[in-house]
């Protein structure tokens, strides 16, 4: 298995910045994607769905290109709650497990 | 409804002892699926398991390791004859699905944070 190419972090922004991610994989097959949070090394907690057409929830917009074969998260006016690691993770065909990639570190300071 | 049950939460063990880490699902969920993140790493998928079968075991390092899930009970993730390499966060999660597009019906255990001495 391959694993999904995530930006190196760690992205270090103030309050109200906003901060974008991307993260590529190399299945071309792949049937779904998302985005997780984890803090501090706890169990990972999806943070959203990403769609061909885009997906956004308040402050958290999500975008897939399936032509280039990369998908993006964008977090406008960053909170320091925003702190935490954000994991790209995409799965194959249906019935398979989740791929997660290393994960990228933000860090929002005051 | 209690969400996925991991134990326990931190499990020491010595050079050459054996490791069980149990996984209790949520309530009606009859697929489980155990990850391990190292040290500075990502989540690395290990097996995929339905009631009594094993459906996707790609990721079990190929000694050392089992996993099963019972008719009744949790599913066990063993570990014989730990190394020092065997530390690591194992993370559990079930779903009542087998194809969940949406993710929304995945859900992670808090983890077993295993360190062998």
């Known amino acids: 298995r391959k694993e999904v190419e995530q930006d190196p972090g760690p992205f270090n922004v103030p309050e109200g910045a906003t901060v974008a991610f991307n993260c590529t994989y190399s299945?071309?097959?792949?049937?779904?994607f998302f985005w997780y949070r984890q803090d501090c090394r706890k169990e990972p907690k999806l943070l959203m769905s990403v769609y061909s057409s885009g997906n956004e929830d308040g402050r958290f917009t999500a975008q897939l290109n399936r032509a280039s074969q990369y998908i993006s998260l964008l977090i406008r006016d960053s909170k320091l709650s925003d702190s935490a690691t954000y994991l790209c993770v995409e799965r194959g065909q249906a019935g398979t497990a989740l791929i997660f990639g290393k994960g990228t570190t933000l860090s929002v300071s005051s | 409804n209690a969400g996925v049950m991991q134990n326990p939460r931190h499990l020491v063990r010595r050079r050459g002892q054996e490791a069980r880490l149990r996984c209790s699902p949520m309530k009606g969920h009859s697929h489980v699926y155990w990850y391990r993140q190292l040290p500075e790493e990502g989540l690395k998928f290990m097996v995929y398991l339905q009631k009594e079968n094993i459906i996707d075991e790609s990721g079990m390092p190929k000694e050392r390791f089992s996993a099963e899930f019972p008719k009744e009970g949790p599913s066990i993730l063993r570990i014989q004859q730990v190394v020092r390499g065997d530390s690591a966060a194992y993370f559990c999660?079930?779903?009542?699905?087998?194809?969940?597009?949406?993710?929304?019906?995945?859900?992670f255990g808090s983890g077993t944070q295993l360190s062998v001495l």
């Open positions: 999660a079930s779903s009542p699905l087998a194809d969940d597009r949406s993710g929304e019906k995945l859900f």
């Open positions: 299945n071309s097959a792949s049937q779904s």
